[in-house]
């Protein structure tokens, strides 16, 4: 069990000694302590899986959704797919220390710009009590220090996992301060106004919660809103991929940020895909809603407007019949929230068009939007999938968990010997 009696701002201030000290380790310690998290991760499997299930239990009581359920439920398989996420950040080149740009300005004036850790992230997240690892491993990875608040229907598991890694690092280089974790609402507010000493927070969670914590910090925020995404079925879409494709985008995990929830399908090929997706669609218990179009080829209910803008996390479908490809993209960027875009098609001028014009983070052709994960992505782990047009934008792993400083070292040089008249010349020679 993770308890303290510190305030708030005493924990977010032990939070930046301990990640200053975190960005003096080697890249082998960090490692060693990364490598100690996974191995009492895996020690601790029953204790880990016995609290999540009283918190699976307590959650059915109060009824929460299918979604946050399923994101809630930290399975073995689940667990032990995020302790191998650990290992794999641990096999991840270090970010920091990076020399970007070493560049010569005049002889003996050097300038180099090199990557360096952040800080301190607060990390807000529903449910998903295995993005609670992969945060910590990215953090601890980055040089970070990390402050996680995990809504209250994962309290238990969070406490045991985080009480796990702190016993872990306290075998290391590493001072358990590093990753801290908060129980109540009310510390969410607080963490909101804590911008002398956290430097990023990543929310991870509904429109309404996300939109709450921009409006309402000085911090800057990462993160994504709603997961709105959709598969475009082009009038040249193999059939047979675009069934598989449909089926998995939709099925594979329905609660996830990256699964489809609308379906738009050129009217050249709907009369003959629609009933044969419908049918692999309804083998899967996903309820189907269409527009007046679909509605004449399949049996389905009604779509509305707030179906185009719904994100459903659940085994519900919205489907149109689209005239054009410029109608499907219109569609997606008016509906869209910027997350991950598909095409099907055997048209590689139709993709091309598709992916150049169509404004999300990710855009696909020919696969499955589940595909949209920093796993899946070689980046190890994820803390979050960022909608934002500025950088990091998609999956963000330890790339965006970094940013850089510049370093410029001379002998007695100053800025008088470059003005004036006799203004002397800047070599800016790149030294590779």
């Not at 667990?79 to 990076?98: F, M, Q």
């Amino acid at each position: 069990m993770v308890t303290t009696s510190l305030s708030l701002t005493e924990i977010a201030r032990n939070t930046r000694t301990a990640a200053r000290q975190l960005a003096t380790l080697s890249t082998d310690e960090c490692n060693a302590a990364i490598e100690a998290i996974a191995q009492a991760l895996e020690s601790a499997t029953p204790e880990i899986l016995m609290a999540n299930e009283a918190d699976c239990q307590a959650a059915q009581q109060e009824s929460i959704s299918q979604a946050l359920y399923a994101r809630l439920k930290l399975s073995a398989t689940k667990l032990k797919a995020g302790i191998e996420g650990v290992r794999d950040v641990k096999k991840l080149s270090d970010p920091v220390g990076t020399v970007q740009i070493h560049r010569e300005l005049d002889t003996g004036l050097v300038l180099k710009r090199i990557t360096c850790s952040l800080g301190v992230l607060g990390v807000i997240f529903e449910a998903r009590p295995d993005a609670l690892i992969q945060i910590t491993s990215l953090a601890i990875k980055s040089g970070n220090g990390v402050i996680l608040k995990a809504g209250k229907e994962a309290t238990k598991t969070c406490q045991a996992l985080v009480s796990i890694i702190h016993k872990a690092l306290a075998e290391t280089k590493v001072h358990p301060d590093v990753v801290q974790l908060l129980t109540t609402r009310e510390e969410i507010r607080a963490l909101l106004d804590l911008d002398e000493y956290v430097d990023l927070i990543i929310p991870r969670g509904s429109n309404a919660f996300v939109r709450y914590i921009q409006n309402n910090t000085k911090i800057p925020v990462l993160g994504h809103a709603d997961g709105i995404c959709h598969l475009y079925i082009d009038r040249s879409a193999n059939l047979e991929k675009a069934i598989s494709i449909t089926v998995d985008s939709k099925t594979q995990y329905p609660a996830a940020c990256n699964a489809i929830e609308t379906l738009l399908v050129h009217q050249d090929i709907a009369p003959e895909f629609l009933p044969l997706v419908a049918e692999a669609l309804f083998s899967k218990q996903v309820e189907l809603r269409g527009d007046a179009m679909t509605q004449k080829l399949i049996q389905v209910s009604a779509a509305t407007e707030e179906d185009w803008l719904t994100e459903y996390s659940d085994l519900i479908l919205s489907v149109k019949v689209v005239e054009s490809l410029n109608e499907a993209i219109a569609h997606i960027n008016t509906y869209g929230s910027k997350h991950t875009e598909a095409i099907v098609t055997e048209d590689e001028q139709a993709a091309e068009i598709f992916c150049s014009q169509v404004d999300a983070a990710g855009v696909f052709q020919n696969c499955s939007t589940r595909f949209a994960d920093g796993f899946r992505y070689g980046f190890g782990a994820e803390v979050g999938i960022s909608t934002q047009k500025m950088p990091p934008r998609g999956p963000v792993g330890l790339e965006g968990l970094v940013t850089y400083k510049y370093q410029l070292i001379g002998d007695g040089h100053i800025v008088a010997t470059y003005a004036g008249d006799d203004a002397k010349p800047f070599t800016h020679k790149d030294l590779g």
